[in-house]
């Protein structure tokens, strides 16, 4: 027999989760605030304490708790750069390529110094990338703001990623050297099979790796968890369904990105702000992806990563 659930002193239809160190109301969800490590009654700010044992006691781990169990869609994860606060991050960066872009287009001498901007910038996204799935697996869906620049830490944040990239790489050449077709044949002229399925089917199998290989990293802060591909097919076998309509779905992203770049590519501006806006759009949205797989996933991935 359950026991009667303790309702809510200020919403009293309502199940109490919490209840308050300082006033000692009973509270539900609405009645709590976060700070930045700790759970505040709203009505007068003392610290909040769960009722249940088991449930939990900071901010960080009652925002997980409660984004895995919120109705998030893909639709939501789609609308991800745009939303609150954070949008601004994605607008100002996209903002900041296109100035870059265009000046360097039309004033030639410029374009040592906007290269150094712009490497300075480039240095900066794989770490804001973890920090997104970081933020994401954690129960955030609005962006993190941009990291410091300490440069040391940045090449590495960055040489990291390129490993990734280059794993997720390696199923596309195992297919084509297995297969034995020719990239010269990419159009299916005679000579050798035609790459077309190959490259399609390695792409799809190196976004689906590329899910694990870079949230893995990424949430449990260890670059070393990157080359296990042991652990990393193992986190895909968690819900292999998922894992495939999100590859399929960053699959979609660069494939809208080829041919946009495609068909706009006599347009020398409105081509470029369009294609950089996919670009930048693609780098967010797709680590917004991981770390959603790793939110739903939390507790069976931690225990297959760390133990």
Not at 141 to 170: H, K, Q, S, T
């Amino acid at each position: 027999m359950t026991e009667p659930q303790t309702p809510c002193a200020v919403h009293p239809t309502r199940p109490a989760a919490f209840r308050c160190d300082g006033c000692q109301r009973t509270l539900c969800d609405d009645c709590i605030q976060m700070s930045h490590r700790l759970i505040l009654c709203a009505h007068c700010g003392e610290m909040a304490v769960p009722i249940a044992t088991g449930r939990p006691v900071s901010s960080t781990a009652h925002r997980k708790t409660r984004a895995q169990t919120a109705h998030y869609t893909l639709v939501d994860a789609f609308l991800y750069p745009f939303r609150g606060t954070g949008g601004g991050v994605f607008w100002s960066y996209l903002a900041l390529l296109v100035v870059i872009n265009v000046v360097s287009a039309f004033v030639p001498f410029a374009g040592c110094f906007l290269g150094v901007i712009s490497l300075l910038i480039l240095l900066l996204v794989p770490r804001l990338l973890f920090t997104i799935v970081r933020s994401t697996a954690d129960g955030d869906n609005e962006l993190p703001e941009w990291p410091e620049l300490e440069v040391w830490e940045r090449v590495v944040d960055a040489l990291a990623y390129c490993v990734i990239i280059v794993l997720c790489v390696l199923p596309t050449v195992a297919l084509v050297w297995v297969t034995g077709c020719s990239l010269v044949t990419v159009d299916g002229a005679p000579g050798g099979p035609s790459c077309i399925p190959v490259l399609a089917l390695g792409a799809l199998v190196g976004l689906a790796l590329w899910i694990p290989s870079f949230g893995a990293p990424a949430v449990y802060d260890s670059f070393w968890l990157i080359p296990r591909v042991d652990l990393h097919a193992r986190a895909l076998a968690v819900a292999p369904v998922e894992a495939g309509l999100l590859a399929g779905a960053l699959a979609a992203l660069v494939v809208v990105s080829y041919f946009l770049r495609f068909a706009l590519g006599q347009l020398p501006l409105v081509g470029s702000i369009a294609v950089t806006f996919l670009m930048v759009y693609t780098w967010f949205t797709g680590a917004h992806l991981v770390g959603v797989y790793f939110r739903r996933h939390a507790d069976e991935l931690e225990r297959l990563y760390i133990g």
